[in-house]
């Protein structure tokens, strides 16, 4: 199972970047643990300035803005 940290206070990118990779996800049948995290403390300790941030296990794969879906499918199959 691939744990998943979306990176953000809420904003409409963060939003749309969390519910990308849960559409992504259900259409491939990959078993996730997707979670947001929006204290800036804890967006921070992964060097993320600039949100969303994606962090898949505890490696930071995106930061800002909202990535593509080939981007996400890619995730899927590297990790």
């Not at 800036?40 to 962090?55: E, F, L, R």
């Not at 593509?68 to 995730?75: A, F, K, L, P």
Request: proline fraction near 3%; aromatic fraction near 6%.
């Amino acid at each position: 199972m691939l744990k998943i940290k979306v990176l953000g206070g809420g904003c409409s990118n963060c939003k749309a970047t969390y519910k990308l990779i849960e559409d992504v996800a259900l259409e491939k049948g990959a078993e996730i643990e997707l979670e947001k995290v929006q204290e800036i403390q804890d967006i921070m300790a992964y060097d993320v300035m600039s949100t969303p941030g994606v962090v898949i296990g505890e490696t930071v794969v995106h930061r800002g803005g909202v990535p593509s879906r080939r981007q996400v499918e890619e995730w899927f199959t590297d990790f």
